[in-house]
């Protein structure tokens, strides 16, 4: 544990974020209260916001140090004498620092807060962040902005080191796929256009990492009909609902939907075809850049084929004569004991049997997933799963960062596993990106998540014309986008802009259960209708 008093409630978000990105092992606990009401701790860190004097100050103290006059007068007078590296934490002092603030502008007080805070953290940790300072924000919502303002790369640059500390590497990143996302999101309609996420929440097995909504397949494997039953109905009033407005790409997600026999997959892409009329007489879906009689604004459609073992020659079959545009197939790592300690019941042979497959049924836009930082993988791990993956040669690739996530089996367990080494540094990232340039593909989406690992991020890659619309859409914000299923979470986003330049964002959610789900359709249909009565 390591607690952070305030003498105020305030900034307690970007504190807690900052500490934890140096500190993701370990709980982080920020509050105004007394300190003797704090649990013992690792070290304890007081911030004290003086508004008379337009100050904020800070102190680290070791687990049972006490807070008095004669020590604070000693750390100070360390501080002077001794340099950065000697003032870390296995000196065992007292640091301090303060910075000067205007508490009127909210925005120019957080980032110097910040920055102080970054720079006590790194001489007690003995470290630096790849993003700096940068925690709670889309890394390219920056430099978006900013070249919408029309700045310059260099300024873009200056800014987000004076800013935000972050290294150059990182910066250099951010920029290019800022630069990608503005080009792919010049072809949406923001203000006539939505997206489709429908979830399929059912999968083999549940990953060790994994918090998103699944369930077993063999529990559920009865009631897949009922369950695209409660979808039908939910699918149908989306589609009449959003009649007057245009459809721009649909993302089928889980789970994994290839837990769906050939015929339920048949079907449940016949009726999106057929309710929202984006197929032709055929049933296969009808895209924007197509020549057509019938023509419509779908730029996309995406089916996340997912684990290789619940692939078939039939189901792809199916979902080619759709005219599905991108499929994923992910293996996550090419290790075989890897595969097995994180849950996963396929094999490195199935992954590379069902990516050749896909090919042979005719796919040209095929994603895979991986995942840096897994139990036990070593950088000669992550470049034999580049090199296998580089044979095949997919169209996208998605690069996670392992993220610790509160509902995962891997942190919810986590004295279970405390023995396996969790590895993610720069030098995996640089040869995961060297390698996706090798293969022709390019960074065009980037976003980062709570406790990931090394603090680091995602990142999607793709050869020219072959990048994810939705998955750059989902992250930036600044479409509706209508979400059917189980657990699924509808996104309504208004054009007009809020005053500060902000869009206003609300939220509809599905229940989690499947059978809650099945049971409570109609008031999963009728939260939609009150999110789009406005």
């Not at 080191?161 to 996302?181: M, N």
């Not at 997959?265 to 009689?293: K, P, V």
């Not at 759709?322 to 197939?329: G, L, P, Q, T």
Request: with cysteine; hydrophobic share 35%.
């Amino acid at each position: 544990m390591i607690t952070v008093q305030l003498n105020e409630p305030n900034f307690e978000y970007d504190i807690h974020s900052l500490v934890k990105a140096f500190y993701p092992q370990h709980d982080v606990l920020v509050k105004a209260m007394p300190r003797e009401e704090f649990p013992e701790s690792v070290f304890h860190l007081v911030v004290n916001y003086d508004r008379k004097n337009h100050m904020i100050d800070f102190k680290f103290f070791e687990h049972n140090q006490k807070e008095t006059q004669e020590e604070d007068d000693v750390a100070k007078e360390e501080t002077v004498a001794q340099d950065h590296e000697n003032r870390a934490m296995k000196e065992k002092i007292a640091l301090d620092g303060s910075v000067q603030v205007d508490f009127e502008d909210r925005k120019k007080t957080k980032n110097e807060l910040k920055q102080q805070l970054y720079y006590l953290l790194t001489v007690y940790a003995g470290k630096t962040l790849p993003w700096g300072t940068l925690t709670g924000i889309r890394p390219t919502k920056i430099p978006m902005e900013l070249l919408e303002e029309g700045k310059s790369e260099d300024e873009i640059r200056s800014y987000m080191k004076e800013t935000y500390l972050a290294s150059d590497e990182k910066i250099d990143l951010s920029l290019s796929v800022a630069k990608r996302e503005l080009e792919l999101l010049s072809r949406i309609d923001y203000e006539n256009g939505y997206s489709l996420y429908v979830g399929i929440p059912f999968c083999p097995s549940t990953c060790l990492y994994c918090s998103f909504t699944s369930y077993p397949l063999a529990k559920w494997a009865n009631r897949m009909d009922e369950y695209l039953d409660a979808l039908e109905k939910e699918i149908a009033f989306t589609a009449e609902v959003c009649k007057h407005k245009v459809l721009n790409s649909v993302y089928i997600g889980g789970g994994t939907p290839t837990t769906l026999s050939a015929e339920q997959m048949d079907r449940l892409l016949t009726m999106i075809g057929s309710y929202f009329g984006i197929e032709d007489e055929q049933g296969r879906m009808i895209y924007a850049d197509e020549s057509a009689e019938k023509q419509t604004q779908l730029l996309e459609f995406t089916v996340e084929a997912g684990r290789p073992d619940s692939i078939t020659r039939e189901k792809l079959e199916v979902i080619h004569k759709h005219n599905i545009s991108r499929i994923s197939i992910n293996p996550q790592t090419m290790k075989e004991e890897t595969l097995r300690l994180i849950g996963r019941q396929h094999t490195v042979q199935q992954t590379i049997d069902s990516f050749n497959l896909a090919r042979e049924v005719g796919f040209d836009n095929i994603n895979m997933d991986l995942i840096m930082g897994l139990p036990e993988e070593t950088l000669d791990d992550v470049r034999r799963t580049m090199e296998q993956v580089a044979e095949l040669a997919p169209d996208n690739l998605t690069v996670h960062s392992l993220a610790l996530k509160r509902a995962a089996r891997l942190n919810m367990f986590k004295e279970d596993y405390k023995d396996y080494k969790i590895i993610n540094t720069q030098e995996h990232m640089d040869l995961v990106a060297d390698c996706a340039a090798q293969m022709g593909l390019f960074p065009y989406y980037l976003y980062r998540q709570k406790n990931m690992a090394g603090n680091f991020e995602n990142v999607g890659y793709a050869a020219p014309g072959k990048a994810c619309i939705y998955n750059v859409l989902i992250m930036e914000e600044q479409q509706t986008i209508v979400a059917c299923g189980a657990g699924a979470s509808t996104k309504r986003v208004w054009t007009e802009p809020n005053p500060d330049g902000t869009h206003r964002i609300e939220r509809a959610e599905n229940v989690k259960d499947v059978a809650q789900y099945i049971a409570r359709i109609d008031e999963m249909i009728e939260r939609k209708q009150k999110l789009f009565e406005e």
